[in-house]
């Protein structure tokens, strides 16, 4: 069985055009190179996926998958896929209140040794979900969420509903696209970043989109996380 979340009302963000961003690479070219890299990633990475499922059912109980509501271009919702990398049926409440003082708190708290971001030493991680976290592979299944088009590959990160509630107007432009699997925050720092420098780097990529900015940040993506670096 997966996890299911209610899913929230959409709610509409300005348009492309209010940015001038180009429709050759935001409208059909973007999409075209999404499907077909993503379709070929799954089919080389299908071994491992594979094998990372079946080793997620057999080190703890609960489903391989982990499915949460978050908010796509125009703030609609759908259900993000990836692996479970907590002990099943853990609660979310001290994750959401130390990501809302980031969001709200004039002088948030401070993260530890991994950074503002993430919480430290979080309990609720499971020994293979921090190798999991720690290399990204417990992402690889949003490949899906490409696939139908509720993602891309590169793109803002794909926010909770109860997180964009609390960001500040200026930050609503992020949801003028896809979010992606990855995107200019994850090679600029990850979770070393402030919630307040990953949000402007989202808006910064909204600005900058294009083929050649895509590109750039997937070659990044690379070494990243191969390095680890400011992962979990």
């Known amino acids: ?19 001038g961003l180009s429709p050759a690479w935001t409208g059909g070219g973007k999409r075209l190179f999404d499907l077909g890299v993503a379709v070929l990633c799954l089919v080389v990475l299908s071994p491992l996926l594979a094998a990372v499922a079946l080793m997620v059912r057999l080190t703890t109980p609960g489903p391989a998958l982990f499915r949460q509501v978050r908010l796509g271009r ?15 049926g853990t609660p979310s409440d001290v994750h959401r209140e130390y990501v809302s003082k980031l969001l709200t708190d004039d002088q948030p708290p401070v993260g530890g040794r991994r950074g503002l971001y993430k919480l430290e030493d979080d309990p609720r991680i499971t020994p293979l979900g921090r190798l999991l976290r720690r290399m990204s592979i417990d992402e690889l299944p949003q490949l899906l969420n490409v696939i139908r088009g509720e993602m891309s590959l590169v793109g803002p990160r794909p926010a909770l509903p109860w997180e964009a509630e609390l960001m500040a107007p200026a930050d609503s432009q992020r949801f003028l696209v896809l979010p992606g699997l990855t995107g200019l925050w994850q090679v600029s720092g990850r979770s070393r970043l402030t919630m307040r420098q990953a ?10 989109q294009s083929f050649a900015l895509d590109f750039g940040i997937l070659l990044k993506t690379v070494p990243v996380v191969l390095s680890a670096h400011g992962a979990e």
């Not at 997966?2 to 300005?14: D, G, K, S, T």
């Not at 125009?74 to 099943?88: H, I």
């Open 199 to 208: 949000l402007d780097l989202d808006v910064e990529y909204v600005r900058r």
């Open 74 to 88: 125009e703030r609609r919702p759908f259900l993000l896929y990836k692996f479970r990398t907590m002990y099943d």
């Open 1 to 19: 069985m997966i996890r299911r979340e209610p899913l929230a009302q959409p709610v509409h963000a300005p348009t492309d055009q209010s940015l």
